[in-house]
C-alpha cells in the first residue's frame, strides 16, 4: 500500500535539512567514482506519476532491474553506499547486493499537490506546457519544495560523498528527479539543468573527475537502451 510521508521538513524521517556542515572542505579531485542507481520500476512509475514521498514498492520488473544494476556495479569498490530511506530505493539496494546507509537528505523532490498526477493531466488541467522544473510545485497534503530546495539537499549529500570518493568509489540508490538535480551540483551547473537529463528506472550512471574537471563518464545505462524519454 502506498503510504504519504506525513512531514516534509524532516521528511518523516527524523532527519532535519540543517545538518551540520564536515569540520573540513571537501577534497580536490578525487579519484573515486561516484555511482548513481536509480531505483527499479515502480506502478507510479510506469504509468508516469510523480513520485515523491508517497513510499511505492517495486514491480515485478522493478526487481528485475534492480538485479541487473547490482550485475553492471558488481566490480566497483565502493567505501561508502548511500540509499534513499523509501522502499523502492531500500529493496533496489538490496537486490542489487549493495549494503547501503540511510541518508534520509536522498528522498525525492517533494512534489506537494502535484504528487501522484501525471505531467498530461496537470497539463491538461493549467492549459499550458507545465514543468516541475520550470513552473515548480504547489502545497498539498505535503509542502513541496521548489528546485533550489532540492539542490540545497543534493550539496549537502556531496559534501558526505566527495570526502568518502578520496577513499574509493559510493554509489548512490534514490530517485529520478533528485539524482539529476544532484548531477547538476556535482557539474557545478544551475540546479535546471537536470531538465536536460532524463534517467530511468533502474539505470546506472556513473561521475568521476575527469582532467580536475566533473564529468559524466556513463549515462542512464541499464539493462536496454530506452526508446522514448523517461516520464517520471
Not at 513520485?51 to 569498490?77: I, M, N, S
Request: proline share 6%; with cysteine; glycine share 10%.
Amino acid at each position: 500500500m502506498a503510504r504519504p510521508c506525513a512531514s516534509h521538513r524532516d521528511y518523516g524521517w527524523g532527519v532535519l535539512t540543517n545538518d551540520p556542515l564536515p569540520e573540513h572542505p571537501a577534497p580536490d579531485n578525487p579519484s573515486g567514482k561516484l555511482v548513481l542507481l536509480r531505483h527499479g520500476e515502480t506502478e507510479w512509475s510506469k504509468e508516469g506519476r510523480h513520485t515523491g514521498l508517497t513510499d511505492v514498492p517495486l514491480t515485478a520488473r522493478g526487481e528485475e532491474l534492480a538485479r541487473g544494476a547490482g550485475r553492471l556495479v558488481a566490480g566497483y569498490d565502493f567505501s561508502l553506499v548511500l540509499s534513499s530511506p523509501l522502499q523502492r530505493a531500500q529493496r533496489t539496494a538490496e537486490l542489487a547486493g549493495l549494503h547501503a546507509d540511510v541518508d534520509s537528505l536522498l528522498v525525492e523532490w517533494d512534489y506537494g499537490g502535484y504528487e501522484g498526477r501525471t505531467s498530461r493531466d496537470i497539463r491538461s488541467e493549467l492549459g499550458y506546457n507545465w514543468s516541475a522544473f520550470t513552473h515548480g510545485v504547489i502545497r498539498g497534503r505535503t509542502p513541496g519544495e521548489t528546485v533550489e530546495e532540492v539542490a540545497a539537499r543534493a550539496s549537502r549529500v556531496l559534501t558526505r560523498v566527495l570526502p568518502a570518493m578520496a577513499e574509493g568509489d559510493v554509489a548512490l540508490i534514490a530517485h529520478g528527479h533528485f539524482l539529476r538535480i544532484l548531477t547538476a551540483v556535482f557539474l557545478r551547473m544551475a540546479p535546471r539543468f537536470a531538465a536536460q537529463i532524463t534517467l530511468d528506472a533502474g539505470s546506472v550512471s556513473v561521475l568521476s573527475f575527469y582532467r580536475e574537471q566533473p564529468a559524466i563518464l556513463s549515462w542512464n545505462y541499464g539493462l536496454e537502451l530506452p526508446m522514448v524519454p523517461s516520464e517520471s
